[in-house]
């Protein structure tokens, strides 16, 4: 699927999140539209994955095991899920105190960020963590 | 047809700008004001006009890229569903979640039609449901225990 979109305009809405969020960090990768979060999630920044059920896939048929918030570590994926749909993804990168972490993610069509699990447009979704078993 | 010029597509804009999927984009059009301005003042036929125009050509910015979704959720929003049945006609080469997000509308707009039957001897309680959906397709459902 050509995902491809026009980045004119994309610049201007990574700025406004960089001033929205100003304590995550924002990384000079993107805007693009190769890859979206759950392309850097789950396929190394390759492709541009859609949505819950491909994502359910992923998760089943790669071993990922439901762990608790606690439990999860630098590796793990989180999940941003409402009403059952899958919405975003990211890779633990730090853990912090009060079972908060520092997460990597991809912003839609936008660029790479380091946030907070709550410090993101999706910081109301339900969360779920995930650790591949192998 | 609408006047791009006069709507302020800036939230339908970071909306696309971070949509993953298309469930989220059309989640968040629903009350985006761009949106619910076309629904209120455009007669649905002058929506559609404007959709057949807006997607016969690649998008050359992001305001371009949203349009057509934002004229759809707008015209979803009038609940004309043969407005929107002809809008998800429309084939497009250039906008990958058109058809995706026509057929999702649509669907909502015009709930499955569950017509129940006695067949005796069949199922536990005699009963089985017919359901037909947009795509026509027909679904058969048992009620109970097959015998």
């Not at chain 2, 010029?5 to 909306?15: P, V």
């Amino acid at each position: 699927m050509n995902r491809a979109i026009p980045t004119h305009g994309m610049l201007a809405l990574v700025a406004k999140y960089r001033r929205e969020y100003p304590d995550a960090t924002h990384r000079d990768v993107g805007p693009c539209s190769t890859y979206n979060c759950h392309g850097l999630t789950f396929a190394s920044r390759r492709t541009w994955l859609p949505g819950t059920g491909e994502i359910q896939r992923i998760l089943e048929d790669d071993d990922y095991n439901r762990i608790e918030a606690k439990d999860a570590g630098v590796g793990d994926v989180v999940v941003y899920s409402l009403q059952g749909i899958i919405e975003h993804t990211g890779i633990i990168v730090e853990c912090l105190p009060f079972n908060d972490k520092k997460v990597l993610s991809k912003w839609g069509n936008l660029h790479e960020v380091v946030h907070k699990l709550a410090d993101c447009p999706w910081r109301d979704y339900d969360k779920f963590y995930y650790r591949v078993v192998r | 047809m609408i006047d791009l010029s006069k709507i302020d597509l800036s939230g339908a804009e970071e909306t696309f700008a971070l949509a993953n999927t298309p469930f989220f984009l059309m989640k968040r059009l629903r009350s985006d004001p761009a949106v619910l301005q076309i629904a209120k003042c455009t007669p649905a036929q002058e929506i559609l006009e404007s959709i057949k125009s807006a997607v016969a050509e690649a998008p050359k910015n992001l305001r371009e890229a949203i349009f057509p979704y934002v004229c759809l959720v707008a015209l979803s929003l009038k609940s004309e569903s043969a407005a929107l049945k002809e809008a998800g006609a429309i084939q497009t080469n250039h906008f990958d979640w058109y058809s995706y997000v026509a057929s999702v509308l649509f669907e909502e707009g015009n709930p499955s039609k569950v017509i129940k039957y006695s067949l005796p001897g069949y199922f536990q309680d005699n009963q089985v449901s017919i359901r037909t959906d947009s795509s026509s397709s027909v679904v058969i459902i048992g009620s109970g225990q097959r015998r």
